[in-house]
C-alpha cells in the first residue's frame, strides 16, 4: 500500500484528500503544519509527500528542503494559482512536481501515480546501472555519450547534450528554466529562456518524431523542461 503523507492546514482539503485517497487505496497521514511534516516525514518514511506551500508555522520550500537533506521521497507540491515564483522555488529546492491550487482529484492522483511510479522507474533504474536511457524513440548512453535514434546514431552540440543530460538523469521530473540555465550557461544567463527554447527545439528535432509535439521532452509553460520515460 502506498502511503501518502498530507501536509496541509485547510481542515476541508485535508478532509477531501483523505476520502479520495483512502478510497483508492492509499494510506493516509496527515500534518497541518512544517514541523509536524518534517517529524513524520522522519520518523514514518512515506512513500510520497503531499505538500501544501502555505502553511502556519513555516514557509512550505522550508519544508522541501528539510526533507531533501536526508531522503529522497517524491514530494508533490501544492500551490495558489498566483504563486507561481513559489512553486519554482519548491522545484528547485527539490520537490518533483506541483499542481495548482484548486485542482480535481483525478489529476492529483495522476500527478501522485507518475511520483509515485517514477521512483521504480525502469529509466531511471537502467541509467543509474549502466548508464543508459532508452525509449521507444531514441537510446542515450551516459557515460559512452552516444544517441542513436531508428538505429542511427544522432550528433549532439556539448550544448545540447549538457540539457539532454540533465532532463534523462531526472527522468519525470519537472527541471525549472533557472537551474537549466545556471547548470548549462552559468549564472549570467539566468534570464535568457530564449536560449532554452532554441535548444529544446533542436533536440526536438534531433530526438522527437513529432518535434512540434513532443512525446519526450515536455515543456511545462513558464515553468520549465521534463522528461517523460
Ligand atoms: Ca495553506
Known sequence: MTRVLVVEDDPRLVRALRINLRARGFDVEEAPDGSSALRLAAARAPDVIVLDLGLPDMDGVEVVKGVRGRSRIPILVLSARHATEDKIRALDAGADDYVTKPFSMDELLARLRAATRRQEAPGAVR??????????????DLVAKKVRRGGRAVRLTPTEWHLLEILLTHPG???TQTRLLLEVWGPTYRANTNYLRVYMAQLRRKLEADPSHPRYLVTEPGM???FEP
Open 127 to 140: 541509467a543509474e546501472e549502466s548508464g543508459v536511457v532508452t525509449t521507444d524513440g531514441f537510446s542515450v
Open 173 to 175: 521530473r519537472l527541471i
Open 224 to 226: 520549465g523542461y521534463r
